[in-house]
């Protein structure tokens, strides 16, 4: 029998400011710069502390949507399925790490009409996130709506209706009308039910 887990090594000051540094980047809308830079750091991530460090992993799903917003999407996936499988090795299929790779993977797929792959891969995501998080948590929600979307594009108008809809509801009474949150579900429970008719 082999034990795999271990207590993560202590993360090096300096790394954690390059992190910083290059996420800034990324919010900046300075997406090249921050890929470059963040590709840089994932190398001496896993030199220094290791390729399964919840550090190193959230490096590469960090990569992963440097690359989103270029519009790269198949090497988006690929950043976000290599986050998703190391954070599920190390931490497991229900650490917020896994479940986070997890829905970025998804959301890539689906931009890529990879539906028979990420339709399934979000709807276990947003059960996982329902029953860790709550229904009207946040990132719940935001999981709801990618799933609502892919269903959508997908063709399968009705259930994205029904899922956005229940989404909707659930955030009304949770933050109230005027919340972005619930304002972004309505417009999109309104554009699936205008297309539905």
């Given at each position: 029998m082999r034990f795999t887990w271990r207590r993560p090594n202590r993360v090096p000051a300096q790394l954690e400011r390059r992190l910083r540094d290059a996420l800034q980047l990324l919010d900046a809308g300075r997406h090249g710069s921050a890929e470059s830079a963040l590709t840089e750091l994932l190398a001496d991530s896993e030199?220094?502390?290791?390729p399964e460090h919840p550090f190193t992993i959230t490096v590469i799903d960090a990569l992963g949507s440097a690359c989103y917003q270029q519009r790269n999407f198949p090497d988006?996936?690929?950043r976000h399925r290599d986050a998703h499988h190391r954070a599920t090795r190390a931490l497991g299929p229900n650490d917020p790490l896994t479940l986070g790779a997890a829905h970025?993977?998804?959301s890539a797929l689906l931009l890529m009409h990879e539906w028979a792959e990420g339709l399934p891969l979000l709807l276990t995501v947003?059960?996982?996130k329902k029953e860790a998080l709550g229904s009207d948590h946040r990132e719940t929600l935001a999981t709801a709506q990618a799933v609502g979307s892919g269903l959508f594009k997908s063709g399968d108008r009705q259930r994205a209706a029904l899922l956005l809809d229940q989404a909707y509801r659930t955030a009304l009474v949770a933050y109230g009308s005027d919340d972005p949150t619930v304002v972004d579900l309505r417009h999109n429970l309104d554009v699936v039910l205008r297309n539905s008719r």
């Amino acid at each position: 029998m082999r034990f795999t887990w271990r207590r993560p090594n202590r993360v090096p000051a300096q790394l954690e400011r390059r992190l910083r540094d290059a996420l800034q980047l990324l919010d900046a809308g300075r997406h090249g710069s921050a890929e470059s830079a963040l590709t840089e750091l994932l190398a001496d991530s896993e030199a220094e502390i290791g390729p399964e460090h919840p550090f190193t992993i959230t490096v590469i799903d960090a990569l992963g949507s440097a690359c989103y917003q270029q519009r790269n999407f198949p090497d988006a996936a690929a950043r976000h399925r290599d986050a998703h499988h190391r954070a599920t090795r190390a931490l497991g299929p229900n650490d917020p790490l896994t479940l986070g790779a997890a829905h970025n993977l998804g959301s890539a797929l689906l931009l890529m009409h990879e539906w028979a792959e990420g339709l399934p891969l979000l709807l276990t995501v947003l059960e996982a996130k329902k029953e860790a998080l709550g229904s009207d948590h946040r990132e719940t929600l935001a999981t709801a709506q990618a799933v609502g979307s892919g269903l959508f594009k997908s063709g399968d108008r009705q259930r994205a209706a029904l899922l956005l809809d229940q989404a909707y509801r659930t955030a009304l009474v949770a933050y109230g009308s005027d919340d972005p949150t619930v304002v972004d579900l309505r417009h999109n429970l309104d554009v699936v039910l205008r297309n539905s008719r």
